[in-house]
Every structure is written in C-alpha cells, then in structure tokens.
C-alpha cells in the first residue's frame, strides 16, 4: 500500500498549459533582476549586551559608507530550538537567516542583515513552523498570505 | 517557438546569466524546466489545484525578482525548491484558517469516464490519499512530500525548511505512520 501511494504521488500532476504564459506575462512588468552587490564592509558591531533586557527589539547597529544599513535582529524566545528570520529581504526562505543564540542559556537569539533603504515585511519562524511577527514593531497590513508580519522601514539618510 | 523550448540545451546557470544580463525572456527556460517537478509539490502539500498554482506563480515570481541574490545559478532549482516550500507554508496556513483543505481533483475526476472502471478507482485512490495527506499536519505532510515523492537528502530537506535533520526524521517517520492508521481506517470505511 505505501509503495503505491507513493507511485501515485510520483506521478505528474496536471498544471495549466497556459502557466508559464501567465509566469511571464507578470515577470514582463517587473524590472530585471540584477547581481547582488557584495557586501559592503561594515564596521565593528555596536556591543549586544543591552539587547537581553528587551522582549524584541530592532537595531540599527551600523551604518556603512552606502546607504544600506545593518540591522540587528532580537527575539526573546527561551524555549526555541530553532529561530530563523524571513521577510521580502530573503524570500522569505527560513533557511537563509538562520537566528543565532547570543546567550548560554539560548534564550536571546540574533541575526544581522544588511538592508537597503525600504520598507520590509518580516517575521520569526520558531522551530520551523511557528510562525511570529515582532511584537516591539509596527504589524504589516494583511498581505493576504494570512501570517502575521512586521514592518521594518530602512531610511536613506 | 513555444515557451517549453526556450532554452532547452542551456544549463541553469547559462539561463540566470541570460536573464541577469537583460534577456528575460530566459527565464522561460528555467520555468518550463521546473514548473512540472514543483508543481506536483504544491499540489501535494496544499491538496488544491489552484492554490498550488497560484503558490508556483508567486515562487517563480519571486524568484525572478531576487534572482540577483541566487548564489549558486547552478542550483537555481534548489533555491526556488526552497521559495516555493515556504509559499506553501503561507498559503498553506491562509488555507487552514477558512478551514479548506482538501477538495475533489476536478481534473482527475472528469478523466475518469463512467465506463472506465479503472479511472473511476485511479481517481477515488486519489481523492484517498490526499484526503490522508490533509490529515496530516503541516509539518509531517511537508517532511513526507520532500522526503518520499521528492526523494530529497535530509541534509537539503533541512536546508530548505529551516528544522534540524533529527526533527525532519522524526517526522518523516511519524508522517508515515499516520497515513498507514489513515488508510487502514479508511479501508474500512
């Protein structure tokens, strides 16, 4: 029985022919992507001691000689064994900004991430499926995706 | 030339070059290449057609606009493996707040004719088992689909959902034991 579910799962589904059409039609108002730039050279991190103190909090921590800006992260999450952040900045993909434990008892977790100018909707993902906007920033207007998000806006000056 | 055959022969990376360099026309290429494979996936994991669609339409959009930061064009599948999966978290748990599901595979059912014995029992089989993988919660149905029908390493498996290579085990092992309960009672049914 397994085996054949499987067998039956393996199998192509049925997607619209017009699908790519549609793919392309939208990417066709879209500008073009272009290579990211290296990242910048960032100066000495602001010291994180002070962030355990905080339920949440958003740091601007350092500002490079372009306009992009280095935020800092925090969530306050003792019983996580996993914190990723995701937002528009990483596609929302929870594997590319993992959150790192800044304390022994791993009850603070961190992640830093270069930001140009905008404004951004993101989120923590605990343990892989919990979904938790920040509770110390602004809460985005449903997106119509129907999890909760943040906003964080990045000025240019 | 139809859409499907816009760079058939040229790899990957050859097509993200193309379409970082202004030709955006190439990335026809990487959709036809990669809209069937993913496409099962969403179908699996949020057991609606549409909304699959709709959740392959927004990955492959979003990877064009962030297609800049793929850093490995080579493995431009992967990275788009690992938008789409989390699309289908989103939707997946828009879905689950209007309480929907799982719905009946129009397509499947209108193709099976009523003197086709064997299409109209291909179809049930099927409503079956999506009816088991809704059971499922996401986190299970999500560790099965990337493990069993994807056939994906734990390693890549943890890469594109963020849970550690113990915790995915744990659920493809667990994932498969509740489909078996699930059938079993449905056997009976």
């Not at chain 1, 994180?48 to 800006?69: E, F, K, N, Q, Y």
């Not at chain 2, 202004?22 to 099962?40: K, T």
């Not at chain 2, 890549?156 to 963020?162: D, N």
Request: aromatic share 8%; net charge positive.
């Amino acid at each position: 029985m397994f085996e054949r579910i499987v067998a039956h799962l393996r199998a192509p589904v049925h997607i619209d022919p017009a699908f790519g059409e549609r793919v392309m039609a939208e990417i066709a108002t879209l500008p073009t992507p272009t290579r990211a730039r290296p990242a910048a050279a960032w100066r000495r991190l602001a010291p994180l001691a002070a962030l355990a103190v905080a339920a949440s909090v958003l740091l601007l921590i350092a500002r490079p000689a372009s306009s992009t800006r280095k935020l800092q992260f925090v969530l306050v999450a003792p019983q996580a064994a996993t914190v990723s952040l995701v937002g528009d900045f990483n596609d929302w993909d929870a594997a590319r900004t993992p959150m790192r434990p800044l304390r022994a008892d791993g009850a603070v977790w961190s992640a830093v991430v270069p930001l140009a100018p905008g404004r951004y909707h993101y989120a923590f993902l605990v343990n892989g499926s919990r979904w938790l906007p920040d509770p110390a920033a602004p809460r985005a207007s449903d997106d119509g995706f129907g999890t909760p998000s943040s906003v964080v806006t990045v000025s240019g000056t | 030339m139809g859409i499907d055959h816009v760079g058939a022969g040229a790899s990957d990376a050859d097509l993200v070059r193309r379409v970082l360099a202004g030709d955006s026309g190439a990335y026809a290429g990487l959709v036809a290449r990669y809209r069937d494979r993913l496409g099962r996936y969403a179908v699996h994991m949020l057991g609606n057609r549409e909304e699959a669609e709709e959740a392959l339409q927004d990955a492959f959009v979003r990877g064009y606009r962030s297609l800049g930061r793929c850093d490995a064009p080579d493995r431009f599948g992967a990275w788009l493996y690992g938008i789409l999966v989390n699309r289908c978290r989103t939707a997946g748990a828009r879905a689950a707040r209007r309480g929907r599901m799982f719905v009946h595979d129009e397509v499947a059912l209108n193709g099976a004719s009523p003197g086709a014995p064997n299409a109209i029992e291909r179809a049930e089989f099927a409503d079956v088992v999506r009816w088991a993988l809704a059971r499922l919660s996401p986190e299970h149905r999500e560790a099965f689909l990337l493990k069993f029908v994807e056939d994906l390493e734990y390693e890549e498996m943890a890469r594109l959902t963020g849970a550690g290579v113990s915790a995915l085990k744990m659920r493809v092992k667990r994932a498969r034991e509740q489909l078996q309960v699930i059938l079993r009672e449905a056997e009976h049914v």
